[in-house]
Each structure stands twice: as structure tokens, then as C-alpha cells.
């Protein structure tokens, strides 16, 4: 299982281990070399160590360097990808849901490497999964947002009925488009809680050029974990 350590991988890892169809014997995480934290979910990998623990499953840990393009990350990924063909791994899962583009670009990795990619949520309705997530009994907070969509007040928050009843129209219910990210500490995954708090939230600005070539810059709130 891909694993970012928030609430659609952990919802899709559930949705996998109560299906007879399929045996998850793994899961994954990219980190940045440099922090040891998860891409724009900024969670440090200590904390993923503790909910993989409380899952009964190992944690594959890659790193790579940051890089303008795919080029490290597709590196660490096909070497993955070699040492689990050698321990008769063939498939991997996604929290994916309607990101076509991210889709299509998943299992053209995968298929190079004859693997097959497993989308336990694709084409679900996200508000609806959303409620079904928090309903499940799941518990996961704000770990990142889009300053431009989420208000900081939110951010290290709970994500629960009062948050989706809040945001604005224009952000999925899910945070599908990166509008925000969370990280899940308790459900009927773990054996026991992840003892997580947040000790301050951070702002962090990133510049991006679009496919137009126009500058722009985007500023994200970060929830400090610990």
C-alpha cells in the first residue's frame, strides 16, 4: 500500500484488508531526504513509524532528493519496485479518486515493471466518502492546507462534520485537488492511538510555473506534529 498517512490511504487500506480479494503485506512512504518528511503533507516519518506499528504492518521507508522534476523519485520507486518482484509482491494500492492524470500515470510506472495498481476508492462520491470516513470511526487532523482555500484557523484541527460543513464550495470534500491534507491517529486500524498534538502551525510559500509559463506563488499552512 501506498502510504501517506492520512485519511484516503488509510481509508482504502481498511476498505483492502476487509476484502478477501486481497492481501496487504506492506506499506510504503516517499520522504524527502533532507527533512524525513512526507511531500506537502509535512509529517515527519517518526510519526508514520508509529502508525504502521499500531497497524501490525512493516514500513518501507524511500528517500530521495528534492529535484525540479519526477526523475529522483521514479529512481527510488522502479529500485522498489525490483526488491518487491524478488519478494513475489505484483501489485500496489492507491488512495486515489478522481485524479485521472495521477491514475494514468501510476499504472504506466507500474505496468514498465509489470505491476498492477489497485484503486480501492476510485470514482467514489467524495462528500459522501468523506462522511463515511468520519463515520467508520476514523479519527485524522488538518496536517497541511492551501492558505488560499483553508483558513489557518483549521489547520492541526480535527477533521470532522463541523470542518466539511465549513469549507468553502470550491474545495472537494476529500481535499482531492490538494486543497488540504490529514493525518489519521486513531480508527479501526490501529490497535491502539497515535499520541499526536500540534505545537504551532507554520506558513511556507512555494513558486510554481504553470503550463503557460506564468509565475505564481502559493502559500501553505503546515500543522508542526508531534
Avoid at 104 to 110: A, C, D, F, K, V
Amino acid at each position: 500500500m501506498s502510504w501517506s498517512g492520512g485519511k484516503d490511504s488509510a481509508f482504502a487500506l481498511w476498505k483492502l484488508m476487509n476484502d478477501a480479494k486481497f492481501e496487504v503485506v506492506r506499506l510504503h512512504t516517499t520522504f524527502g531526504e533532507e527533512n524525513r518528511r512526507v511531500g506537502m503533507h509535512g509529517i515527519h516519518e517518526s510519526l508514520l513509524e508509529q502508525q504502521a506499528e499500531s497497524i501490525g504492518l512493516p514500513l518501507d521507508k524511500l528517500y530521495y532528493p528534492a529535484s525540479g522534476d519526477n526523475t529522483a523519485y521514479e529512481t527510488v520507486i522502479n529500485k522498489y519496485l525490483d526488491d518487491l518482484k524478488e519478494a513475489d509482491i505484483g501489485s500496489i494500492a492507491f488512495g486515489d479518486i478522481f485524479l485521472e492524470d495521477l491514475k494514468i500515470y501510476r499504472e504506466n510506472q507500474l505496468t514498465k515493471k509489470n505491476f498492477k495498481a489497485v484503486f480501492p476508492l476510485w470514482n467514489a462520491k467524495t462528500t459522501q466518502t468523506a462522511r463515511d470516513f468520519i463515520a467508520a470511526g476514523f479519527q485524522t487532523m488538518i496536517c497541511a492546507a492551501d492558505a488560499d482555500l483553508i483558513a489557518e484557523k483549521w489547520v492541526g484541527k480535527i477533521f470532522n462534520l463541523d470542518f466539511l460543513d465549513n469549507l468553502p464550495s470550491q474545495v472537494d470534500p476529500c481535499g482531492e485537488n490538494g486543497e488540504f491534507h490529514t493525518f489519521c491517529y486513531d480508527g479501526p486500524l490501529f490497535k491502539k492511538a497515535i499520541a499526536v498534538n500540534t505545537r504551532e502551525v507554520l506558513s511556507k510559500s512555494y513558486h510554481f510555473t504553470t503550463t503557460e509559463g506564468k509565475e505564481i506563488e502559493k502559500k501553505f499552512w503546515f500543522a508542526d506534529l508531534k
